[in-house]
């Protein structure tokens, strides 16, 4: 799958302000809190859209993972919690830890997708801390990312060389697959 840029597929990053209410949040408040901490909820709706057109309301999502136990304060997005939500939902969910870049590369060429845990930024040191949905690869080795830290579908939905996704990679992943 090489997954483009998809109009809806960013719901809420940077537009809380008027759509609180229609993205299914009890208050503002509640969903501002949730606008920072959103990258594995909008990675597994994302996930959801593309493989299964599943339209469950981020609030909705958010709901039914922290009833399972999918996050913590303190240590964010769990993997374990995301995929057993995905496999409730009907995908397969396998946790992997990659070893090379060509094992990666496999992977984004198959079926799947999958949600990767990075560094905050990919122009910033680090490793931790963000999830992404990386979608596939294209022809030139550029990972084709589905960030849920951009604004809308165009600067969420990215090309990353692999070398630089490498370096701001945990090697963590939940492969996804219908």
């Given at each position: 799958?090489?997954?483009?840029?998809?109009?809806?597929?960013?719901?809420?990053?940077?537009?809380?302000?008027?759509?609180?209410?229609?993205?299914?949040?009890?208050?503002?408040?509640?969903?501002?809190?949730?606008?920072?901490?959103?990258?594995?909820?909008?990675?597994?709706?994302?996930?959801?859209?593309?493989?299964?057109?599943?339209?469950?309301?981020?609030?909705?999502?958010?709901?039914e993972l922290l009833?399972?136990?999918?996050?913590?304060?303190?240590?964010?997005?769990?993997?374990?919690?995301?995929?057993?939500?995905?496999?409730?939902?009907?995908?397969?969910?396998?946790?992997?830890?990659?070893?090379?870049?060509?094992?990666?590369?496999?992977?984004?060429?198959?079926?799947?997708?999958?949600?990767?845990?990075?560094?905050?930024?990919f122009d910033e040191?680090?490793?931790?801390?963000?999830?992404?949905?990386?979608?596939?690869?294209?022809?030139?080795?550029?990972?084709?990312?589905?960030?849920?830290?951009?604004?809308?579908?165009?600067?969420?939905?990215?090309?990353?060389?692999?070398?630089?996704?490498?370096?701001?990679?945990?090697?963590?992943?939940?492969?996804?697959?219908?």
């Open positions: 799958m090489t997954g483009g840029p998809a109009q809806g597929l960013y719901p809420y990053r940077g537009l809380i302000g008027p759509q609180w209410a229609s993205l299914g949040y009890p208050s503002e408040a509640v969903a501002r809190h949730w606008e920072n901490r959103s990258c594995g909820v909008l990675s597994l709706h994302i996930a959801y859209r593309l493989l299964l057109d599943h339209q469950a309301k981020p609030a909705s999502l958010t709901e009833a399972a136990g999918a996050y913590s304060e303190r240590n964010g997005w769990l993997h374990a919690g995301l995929a057993a939500h995905a496999r409730k939902s009907g995908l397969k969910a396998e946790l992997m830890v990659i070893d090379g870049p060509e094992e990666f590369v496999r992977l984004l060429r198959g079926p799947g997708l999958c949600i990767a845990s990075v560094g905050r930024s040191p680090g490793t931790r801390g963000h999830l992404v949905l990386a979608s596939g690869i294209t022809e030139g080795e550029h990972v084709t990312v589905h960030d849920p830290n951009g604004s809308d579908p165009s600067s969420g939905y990215r090309h990353i060389p692999l070398d630089a996704f490498w370096e701001h990679f945990s090697k963590r992943v939940i492969y996804l697959s219908a």
